[in-house]
């Protein structure tokens, strides 16, 4: 788990402004997941990446933006058109073997608040 | 997609009894099966997993149990303990094409051990 390194840990934002949260790992893994909780909402996919160059739109992807040009790093772009951005944001990655499994690790998370 | 359920979304035991947390999935194509847990303000780790090939899973305290005729697999906790208090969350894996290393996600479940 200490292989994936979000930041920052706490983020205040204006309304109408876009913010960026970094999330770096150095597992090696081929994937990264982009997560957002909310209370009694559960782990809710924003977007993720098998690859480098290459990403998919996960349940919640409308106002957020990705890129994937490197395999360690998998920034996420929240824009102004998300609606309620507060919230708590985890990354997380994983390698998919495709045969019995893959299991997650998450980064510490990225608490964002829209003042 | 897969829809992951989970049951229920508030648990409380005293401390030394044991606790059950059940999910049912949608998709039979789905084979990996893992629950993490998630103390408050902290990052949800894994605590334990099982593959389709598997029934049953045991890791000390821990058990998972796994029907796939039935689609639902269940976490049991034992005699447990105040530290056990926190978030638990199963999910499930498709495991195959675009959806490979997917994790959908049930709601969580607050299990509370009081004293």
């Known amino acids: 788990d200490g292989g994936i390194t979000q930041s920052p840990k706490y983020l205040f934002r204006k309304e109408g402004q876009n913010v960026t949260l970094s999330c770096e790992q150095n597992?090696?893994?081929?994937?990264m997941y982009w997560y957002r909780q909310d209370p009694g909402q559960g782990l809710r996919l924003i977007y993720y990446s098998q690859i480098v160059n290459d990403f998919q739109k996960g349940d919640i992807a409308e106002g957020y933006s990705v890129s994937r040009e490197k395999k360690e790093s998998f920034p996420l772009t929240v824009t102004s058109a998300q609606k309620n951005p507060t919230a708590f944001y985890l990354c997380a990655s994983s390698n998919p073997t495709g045969v019995g499994g893959n299991t997650i690790y998450f980064g510490e998370g990225s608490w964002l608040t829209v003042v | 997609g897969e829809n992951v359920e989970q049951h229920p979304s508030t648990l409380s035991v005293q401390e030394g009894d044991s606790a059950v947390i059940k999910c049912t999935y949608s998709d039979s194509a789905s084979n990996y099966f893992p629950w993490y847990k998630q103390e408050l303000g902290k990052r949800p780790q894994l605590i334990i997993d099982?593959?389709?090939?598997?029934g049953e899973k045991k890791d000390q305290r821990i058990a998972v149990t796994l029907n796939k005729t039935a689609k639902h697999f269940s976490l049991h906790i034992t005699e447990t303990q105040p530290e056990d208090s926190a978030v638990y969350f199963c999910a499930a894996d498709l495991g195959e094409g675009s959806t490979l290393g997917r994790l959908y996600f049930g709601r969580g479940t607050q299990l509370t051990v009081w004293p």
């Open positions: 099982i593959r389709s090939n598997v």
């Open positions: 597992l090696n893994h081929d994937a």
